[in-house]
């Protein structure tokens, strides 16, 4: 009994002179888009136009205090705009596409690291003008998404305007110390 409803509202009629109102539909497709979990190694330059299936761009529920942070207005986007770029031709951006009330993003990264030891992660990252917030940070959880850990704040007040690499982070020892196992089912939340 799950509805969907596509809902238009408008005081002007559907026709091609005058005042007139309304929007079109077409290909209509729901299907189930299955979570990946990556095997190692995996490195993601974002060099193709769709995240790689490992990735998802999700509402982040579980890692933020009220879902009033939570808009429609969020961006995470693979783009050649020339900021976003560091090496290669395209980068991922994140943010929000205009000005107004808060947006959180987040981009989980699906892992399965089960029985896989000395895990490292690096990557760079650039501010751009960002306003650091409680919810700014690496997440992680070790079963599937369904809780998670922040385990670094992201602190842009002090950050270079360029690009910079963060030291690699020993995934292993960053699970040790919040209490969490490198599973099949392991996800880096970057929000």
């Not at 007139?20 to 979570?35: K, Q, S, V």
């Not at 690496?138 to 079963?143: A, Q």
């Amino acid at each position: 009994d799950f509805v969907i409803r596509f809902q238009q509202t408008d005081n002007a009629d559907f026709n091609t002179a005058n005042d007139e109102d309304g929007w079109m539909l077409d290909n209509i497709l729901i299907e189930r888009d299955p979570t990946i979990y990556a095997t190692l190694p995996f490195a993601d330059g974002f060099e193709g136009a769709q995240l790689n299936p490992a990735w998802k761009w999700v509402a982040p529920t579980e890692t933020i205090e009220s879902t009033d942070w939570i808009s429609n207005d969020g961006l995470v986007a693979i783009t050649s705009w020339l900021e976003a770029v560091r090496s290669g031709s395209q980068g991922l951006q994140m943010g929000r596409r205009s000005d107004g009330n808060f947006a959180v993003n987040a981009l989980d990264l699906h892992l399965d690291l089960q029985g896989k030891e000395q895990v490292f992660l690096s990557f760079w990252m650039k501010d751009f003008a960002d306003d650091t917030q409680v919810q700014d940070g690496l997440w992680m959880s070790d079963d599937g998404g369904a809780s998670f850990v922040k385990v670094l704040g992201f602190d842009f007040s002090s950050w270079t305007n360029g690009y910079g690499q963060l030291p690699p982070l020993s995934i292993d020892a960053l699970a040790e110390e919040f209490g969490l196992e490198l599973s099949s089912s392991f996800v880096i939340r970057f929000q």
